[in-house]
């Protein structure tokens, strides 16, 4: 069964840093694009980024380039989003997503999301 | 980028009534189209890919249409599960856009 569990989120000061994880089971997660979507409270929904099996090739909305970084260890099965200079417009739950197959941008599977609030 | 434009924005049926959702492309996107369905309180669910294949485990009262700029996402036959908030997503280029989503509430 696949799963994908995330974990990080919490309260941050506008202009913080906050790293978010994704830690996946029950797939060959080197072999499957991963992305992370945030939706803002009440809102829909926004792709943030996008990182290939590999990890040589990443991705990112412009809202976000420059300030988050996405990464994976595939040892660890772990996907990862550094998300530096955040802004109170980042307030949002960021699901992470697998890929179906190993394209990229194809959202099969998704995490419960973890909730990220960006305020003074 | 590459805006998708979905309507109606809210959608009100009954039950065993059949439900038709547009998605409209500013420019092609082939048939790189996929649509989402999302209940209150949980993440997103992958319906259809690729225009019009129904992803695993996806009723066959869910189907998907189209290519270019204009798509379709019909359910038949409304089950009370089925009434969520819905979304279109293209994977045509970079950035990857959703549409804003189209509420299917009960009438």
């Known amino acids: 069964e696949v799963q994908l569990l995330d974990s990080g989120g919490g309260l941050v000061q506008p202009g913080g840093s906050l790293r978010l994880s994704c830690a996946a089971s029950?797939?060959?997660?080197?072999?499957?694009?991963m992305s992370w979507v945030r939706q803002a409270p009440g809102k829909g929904l926004e792709w943030v980024s996008a990182?290939?099996?590999?990890?040589?090739?990443?991705y990112y909305a412009d809202s976000v380039k420059g300030r988050f970084t996405i990464s994976r260890d595939n040892s660890k099965n772990t996907l990862y989003l550094q998300m530096d200079s955040l802004r109170v417009e980042d307030t949002a739950e960021y699901y992470c997503?697998?890929?179906?197959?190993?394209?990229?941008?194809?959202?099969?599977?998704w995490g419960q999301g973890t909730l990220v609030t960006v305020s003074s | 980028e590459i805006v998708l434009t979905q309507s109606p924005a809210t959608l009100s049926l009954s039950p065993r009534e059949t439900a038709t959702l547009s998605c409209r492309a500013s420019q092609s996107v082939s048939t790189y189209l996929a649509w989402y369905q999302q209940r209150p309180g949980q993440a997103p669910r992958l319906l259809i890919y690729?225009?019009?294949n129904r992803a695993t485990g996806i009723p066959a009262r869910f189907s998907g249409s189209g290519s270019g700029t204009d798509f379709t996402l019909t359910i038949s036959s409304l089950e009370p599960e089925d009434f969520a908030i819905y979304y279109c997503?293209?994977?045509?280029?970079?950035?990857?856009?959703f549409g804003q989503g189209t509420r299917l509430e009960i009438k």
């Open positions: 990182i290939s099996g590999s990890g040589d090739s990443t």
């Open positions: 997503q293209h994977r045509r280029n970079w950035p990857l856009t």
């Open positions: 997503a697998k890929g179906l197959g190993t394209t990229i941008g194809r959202f099969e599977y």
């Open positions: 690729d225009a019009s």
């Open positions: 029950g797939f060959t997660f080197s072999s499957s694009a």
